[in-house]
């Protein structure tokens, strides 16, 4: 199978660096003396980069996705038939909600503008109307929409209230500032191995505060999305996986964190996602497209565009016409009416998206299309 050089506009899988693909060439043995010091760090590596303290924050790795996490983070911190708020900001809330109901877990449903970031006070409210509800499940940047949602301001919110937070952070963490030690209603944000610290897919992780783990043992009702029974295995056995992990991908996760470093952390990477949105969201619009959001409500990890009205319009073809160009979209799109979606994030620069640009529109010129230029 000939696989031919593209980049990845998806957010998340990422077009990744050629060093961090390269880590994959090492083959380890999950509990060799030599694996185990790289688990750990890794573990220490993600707790500081997301404001947790050594004595208070533990770092917890799942093999498997983001939805593998965010159903673990739920089911370990509400009990059976626990009540968690949901502002109902786009498709990613949505998988929330099924992961949490089959779950067992009774989501309450906020329901908002999903076009506006969540207004801390209408949380406050419907906190306020029903004091059952323990938890607010926040998903910080939706990538259903492109929105980002305040998870410190909601977060705030809630505690005000005497209730705690579980934060999807899962397209934000790496671009987007957190700070788990100035938010002490979390009990926890998770995030994956394969968007913003752009590393490869197989990993889930939770920064959570550890004396949470501990109280919160016996919830989950599942042996293998227990972040409690995870935490407790870390203590007895530092450095080791209950269950075999993506060795290869753990590593060339902590290749991307040495890049990640390197590149000035969280503030660099924001700066050059928002380049790549801008870059984007102008090049669309001087195509005469139509952002999916007003420029500023649009975040900087993914962009929807509205399609053409041209009837010869058809994602599908686009999507072949772009990646014969050497980009690749996704073939579906995560808004309530067509639209298509572009990811600024992974190892990608503001040169790239101006090419990616370029070729959409030589893409829309060879199905025929033509767009009218906005006056
Ligand atoms: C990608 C994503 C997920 C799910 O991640 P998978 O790895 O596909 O399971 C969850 N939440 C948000 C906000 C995401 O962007």
């Not at 889930?204 to 972040?227: I, K």
Request: aromatic letters at 8%.
């Amino acid at each position: 199978m000939k696989i031919p050089t593209q980049i990845l506009l998806t957010p998340g899988p990422v077009t990744t660096h050629p060093d961090v693909r390269a880590a994959l060439a090492h083959d380890f043995a999950p509990w060799d003396d030599d694996f185990r010091p790289l688990y750990a760090g890794v573990r220490e590596r993600v707790r500081a980069i997301a404001g947790g303290r050594s004595d208070q924050h533990s770092a917890l790795v799942l093999q498997g996705c983001g939805h593998f996490v965010t159903e673990a983070a739920i089911r370990t911190f509400l009990p059976p038939g626990g009540r968690i708020l949901v502002p109902q900001t786009g498709s990613y809330a949505d998988r929330m909600n099924r992961l949490a109901t089959e779950a067992g877990r009774v989501v309450v449903k906020l329901v908002i503008d999903p076009d506006r970031p969540t207004d801390p006070q209408e949380v406050a409210a419907a906190l306020q109307a029903d004091p059952s509800i323990s938890h607010v499940g926040i998903v910080y940047s939706e990538t259903g929409s492109g929105v980002i949602h305040d998870p410190a301001a909601i977060g705030r919110a809630a505690r005000a209230l005497g209730r705690r937070t579980i934060v999807d952070a899962v397209s934000a963490f790496g671009a987007l500032p957190f700070d788990i030690s100035a938010q002490p209603e979390v009990d926890a944000m998770v995030f994956t191995s394969n968007k913003c610290i752009e590393a490869l897919p197989g990993l889930g992780f939770a920064v959570c505060p550890a004396e949470r783990l501990v109280a919160c043992a016996g919830n989950a009702g599942s042996w293998s999305f227990d972040l409690s029974d995870i935490h407790a295995h870390g203590l007895r056995a530092p450095g080791s996986f209950r269950f075999t992990p993506p060795a290869q991908v753990l590593y060339a996760f902590n290749t991307a964190l040495d890049r990640f470093d390197a590149e000035g952390g969280q503030p660099a990477r924001l700066a050059r996602y928002t380049a790549n949105m801008r870059t984007l969201y102008d090049g669309v619009r001087a195509l005469g497209l139509t952002p999916w959001l007003a420029p500023e409500y649009q975040g900087p990890i993914i962009v929807n565009v509205r399609p053409p009205a041209d009837p010869a319009w058809n994602l599908q073809a686009f999507v072949d016409a772009l990646k014969a160009r050497g980009f690749l979209l996704s073939n579906f799109y995560n808004t309530d009416e067509p639209s298509f979606r572009v990811g600024c994030i992974g190892a990608i620069t503001p040169t790239d998206m101006a090419q990616a640009v370029a070729a959409m529109g030589e893409a829309l010129a060879a199905l025929g299309i033509h767009v009218p230029k906005a006056a």
